[in-house]
């Protein structure tokens, strides 16, 4: 059963960066297409960026378009998301999550994914 595992959260001063990792473990991440979500304080959870499988498509929200990078390393199991120039309005639990499932449309949508990590903490503060 796949598992993953976010790291590389933090506390970075607006215009900082930082690099989120997602880890799998029980299943090769290369049979899946990953998700990264986040949370804000009080606010429901929005998809970030998608890339699929082969890294073939990347997706990102509006919000972070220009300033977050997704890649990923299947032969080491892991998804990156670097994100730059980040604003206090980036801060939130960020989350990764995975689908076997290619979708055009539904790849911010969370029912969309079966596998979720627990999620890393990001803030964005002075």
């Known amino acids: 059963q796949l598992q993953l595992v976010e790291s590389g959260g933090g506390l970075v001063q607006p215009g900082g960066s930082l690099r989120l990792s997602c880890a799998a473990s029980?299943?090769?991440?290369?049979?899946?297409?990953i998700g990264w979500f986040r949370q804000a304080p009080g606010k429901e959870r929005e998809g970030v960026s998608r890339?699929?499988?082969?890294?073939?498509?990347?997706n990102y929200a509006d919000s972070v378009k220009g300033r977050f990078t997704i890649s990923r390393d299947n032969a080491k199991n892991t998804v990156y998301l670097q994100m730059n120039a980040l604003k206090p309005e980036d801060t939130g639990i960020y989350y990764c999550?995975?689908?076997?499932?290619?979708?055009?449309?539904?790849?911010?949508?969370?029912?969309?994914?079966?596998?979720w990590g627990q999620g890393t903490q990001v803030t964005v503060s002075s």
């Open positions: 890339i699929t499988r082969y890294s073939g498509t990347r």
């Open positions: 999550a995975a689908t076997p499932i290619l979708t055009v449309t539904d790849w911010a949508t969370e029912s969309t994914y079966d596998a």
């Open positions: 029980g299943s090769p991440l290369g049979n899946y297409h």
